[in-house]
């Protein structure tokens, strides 16, 4: 498949086309306020498309075949780059104006009202929620890092490309309850987004121990590739793959957490007006 008409560059383009033309007719009639913060948004938007692109393609995607810590790289990339950016351009008005009325109210009304849409919306509410999101972000993380799963995603392309599309869209859902994106918003209080972070960042870290301590490859499909680019031992690169998930993977967690204690601390310490009696004697 020609690198212009892969699945990556493909739903980039259309993502960046749909935002273009719903950021066009949302721009009209807003105050100053409004139009800065979706200048924001939008630069936040076209840094999460560039990260996609720069993790699915080119150099990148060409060495994650043959490196393991190119290919933790690429999940870095997407799960604590894409998409928080993603979240904090909350483009979801933007992506859904521009396509056809037919089109939104045949999704729309069918998956709003119909018996069948049922277990969806169900789905839909749970995961929209801090634990259920929490549970589906980190168990898609260890799940895919099965061997087996592993090295199926690298022999074969479309299982490839579900893996990557899994990883960013649970790491959306986990982000959405750390920072508003509207519509959505973050249902936790300041301490209990420090709590929802701080404890997402165990199950990776156990996943880097193990990947560190192994005394052999864990994974045929790289441990079984005799000309590694570099000169790099299988064992070297699994090591490399675990440093990637501790430093780089960690960076995200460690700002989430410093901001949410600050705001935490901002509303701890903000005092509360005086409340007025509720009757009040004539004077």
Not at 5 to 16: D, E, H, I, T
Not at 20 to 43: E, F, K, P
Not at 246 to 266: D, K, N
Request: proline share 8%.
């Amino acid at each position: 498949m020609s690198a212009l008409f892969s699945p990556p560059v493909l739903g980039v383009a259309a993502a960046a086309v749909l935002y273009w033309r719903g950021s066009r007719r949302r721009l009209r009639a807003v105050d100053s306020h409004r139009r800065v913060l979706r200048r924001w948004r939008a630069v936040a938007f076209a840094a999460a498309l560039a990260t996609v692109l720069v993790a699915l393609t080119g150099p990148i995607d060409r060495l994650a075949d043959r490196l393991f810590w190119i290919h933790m790289l690429q999940h870095v990339l997407l799960v604590m780059v894409a998409a928080p950016l993603l979240v904090l351009a909350a483009p979801w008005h933007e992506l859904w104006r521009p396509l056809p009325l037919g089109l939104r109210r045949g999704v729309a009304k069918p998956v709003a009202r119909r018996r069948w849409a049922a277990p969806i919306r169900r789905a839909g509410a749970g995961l929209g929620r801090p634990i259920p999101a929490w549970i589906a972000f980190n168990a898609n993380l260890l799940i895919w890092h099965w061997p087996r799963l592993y090295d199926l995603a690298l022999r074969d392309e479309w299982v490839h490309d579900l893996e990557h599309l899994l990883f960013l869209g649970t790491a959306v859902l986990f982000w959405a309850q750390v920072w508003d994106s509207p519509p959505l918003r973050a249902r936790l209080s300041p301490f209990g987004r420090v709590a929802y972070v701080t404890a997402a960042t165990v199950p990776a870290w156990v996943l880097a121990v193990i990947l560190a301590m192994a005394s052999t490859p864990l994974y045929p499909a790289y441990g079984g590739d005799a000309a590694r680019p570099w000169g790099i031992s299988a064992l070297i690169d699994q090591q490399l793959a675990a440093g990637i998930m501790w430093g780089p993977g960690g960076i995200p967690f460690s700002v989430a957490v410093f901001l949410g204690i600050y705001r935490w601390l901002q509303t701890e310490g903000q005092v509360a007006p005086p409340r007025r009696p509720r009757f009040a004697g004539r004077r």
